[in-house]
Structures are given as structure tokens and as C-alpha cells.
């Protein structure tokens, strides 16, 4: 069974269609990959799946329960978390509490946060357990700023973990990242996940970093679906190569 099932999506923007009829399923467990070439619809789509667009047509399903147009936080608590491509999320807070604060919006507290972070002890454990699972827990009282580009990304990935999600969207991860750094940061989502049992849609540039770590492949172009399979199935598939592998995207 698809854990996430995104049907026919339509999406378009002043008359620009971003989302032309995309079909996805992704299955429980699986670490799937969501390619294509700038402006293919790729974060269109993810802003769908996540309730922060409401598509023009077309339908999301989650576990075989329609959540089209959910608002996101309502998405998140059913499971589905993400980490978007983003610089310092909270740059003058320390990383714990950057991970409290997303545990706190997670559970629909962030209204109280004129109370010290020290009083929600449970969401404090909980971004503790969080920043240990990304190997983050002996920088938990350093400044999100001062973090490592690397380390920032981590933290990216915390603060979606202590959501406790059964699906992580992750769009571009390795964006920014040295060649090296790439391949450390597939080897430790791969692991993690794996470990959790924490299924992945992810959007990747990096061919290599995707091929090394997605079992299943989309690719979009143009907003439509122009290929599905394997890793292997796509790095063979003449359209692939034809629209934008060959070319270098
Ligand atoms: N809010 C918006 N308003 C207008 N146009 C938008 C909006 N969001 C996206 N678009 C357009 O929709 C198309 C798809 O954009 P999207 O960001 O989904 O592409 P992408 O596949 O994520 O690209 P990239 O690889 O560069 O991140 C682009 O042409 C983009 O300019
Ligand atoms: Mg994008």
C-alpha cells in the first residue's frame, strides 16, 4: 500500500501551470526521489503534499485518507514533516532550543511562548532525543549561528524529526554542500531513516547522491511526470536522458 498517493495535481500560477496532471505514490519505507530540472514543479509539489497550496485539481492522500487542502499543521500532526532548503532558521537561538520551538509548533503550543522554553519539559526531551539522533546533542547550547553549514542542515533535520513523523520531505538537502560533505550527509540520512523506519521523498540536483540513495524515481519536467522506476530504470530511460540527464541539469 502507497503510504503517500498524490493523484492527477494541477496547480497553476497566473495562468502558468506549475503541476499539470502529476501522479505519485510513494510506499511506506521507501527513499524516494523527486528530480527534474529547475522550475519542473518539484517545491510546487511538496507545497501541495504539505497543505501549503491547495491544488486547482486533483487529490493527496495519506495512509488511503484524503488530506487535500489540510492546513499544514494539521498535515504534520498526521505524520508528513518537512525540511525546506533554508539558510539559519533561528539564528540568534541555541540549537535545542530552535528544536523546542518546532516541537512546540508541531503540538499547536507555539501561542504560550512567552513562558520559558525550560517549562515544557516534554518537548524539551523530545528535542533532546531529537538533536541525539542527528548527532547534534553536544551543541545543543551553541548558537544556531555559529553552526557549520553541515551542521545547520542537521538541525534541518531534527527539527523535523522531533515531529516523530512517518514521512520526511526534504527539498534539496544537499544544496550548498562540498562534493565530500554530500556524500557524508546521503551516508547519515540514509542511516538515520533506516533506523527510525522514517520514509523519504526527497528533491535532489546531485544525480549521484540520488542514485545512491533513492530505491524509487520520479521525474517531472514541465510539470508532468516523465518518467517512474528504479534508479537504474531512470539512469537508462532515453526520455530521462533526452529531457535534461544528457543535458547536464
Ligand atoms: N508562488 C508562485 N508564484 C508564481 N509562480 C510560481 C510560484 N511558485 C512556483 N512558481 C513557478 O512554478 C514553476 C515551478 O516551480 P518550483 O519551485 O516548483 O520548481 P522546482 O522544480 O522546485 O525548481 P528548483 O529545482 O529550481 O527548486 C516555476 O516556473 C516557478 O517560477
Ligand atoms: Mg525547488
Redo the contacts with the bound molecule.
Keep these: 500500500m502507497a503510504l503517500l498517493r498524490v493523484e492527477k495535481v494541477y496547480k497553476s ?2 495562468g ?1 501551470l ?1 503541476l499539470s496532471g502529476v501522479s505519485l505514490e510513494v510506499r511506506a519505507e521507501a527513499f524516494h526521489a523527486l528530480v ?10 511538496f507545497n501541495v503534499i504539505t497543505g501549503r497550496l491547495v491544488p486547482d485539481q486533483g487529490r493527496v492522500f495519506f495512509r488511503d485518507r484524503e488530506i487535500t487542502g489540510w492546513p499544514t499543521p494539521k498535515v504534520a500532526r498526521l505524520g508528513i514533516a518537512v525540511a525546506f532548503q533554508r539558510a539559519q532558521p533561528f539564528p540568534s537561538m541555541t540549537v535545542l532550543e530552535a528544536v523546542v520551538l518546532a516541537r512546540l509548533g508541531y503540538t499547536g503550543q507555539t501561542f504560550r511562548l512567552l513562558r520559558p522554553l525550560s517549562s515544557f519539559p516534554e518537548a524539551q526531551a523530545k528535542a533532546q532525543a531529537a538533536l541525539a539522533k542527528v548527532g547534534l546533542e553536544a551543541h545543543a547550547g551553541r548558537r544556531v549561528a555559529e553552526l557549520p553549514l553541515g551542521d545547520l542542515k542537521r538541525l534541518d533535520v531534527a527539527m523535523a524529526l522531533v515531529a516523530e513523523p512517518e514521512i520526511l520531505l526534504l ?2 538537502p544537499l544544496a550548498g554542500l562540498s562534493r565530500a560533505e554530500r556524500r557524508r550527509m546521503v551516508d547519515f540520512i540514509g542511516d538515520l531513516l533506516r533506523r527510525e523506519g522514517v520514509t523519504l521523498l526527497f ?1 535532489e ?1 546531485d544525480t549521484e547522491a540520488v542514485l545512491a540513495l533513492a530505491d524509487r524515481v520520479t521525474v ?1 519536467h514541465q ?1 508532468q511526470v516523465l518518467a517512474e522506476g528504479t534508479p537504474e530504470e531512470i539512469r537508462r530511460d532515453a526520455a530521462v536522458r533526452a529531457a535534461f540527464l544528457g543535458g547536464g541539469a
Design positions: 500560477f497566473q502558468f506549475a527534474g530540472p529547475n522550475g519542473a514543479g518539484k517545491t510546487t509539489l527539498d534539496e528533491t540536483h517531472l510539470g
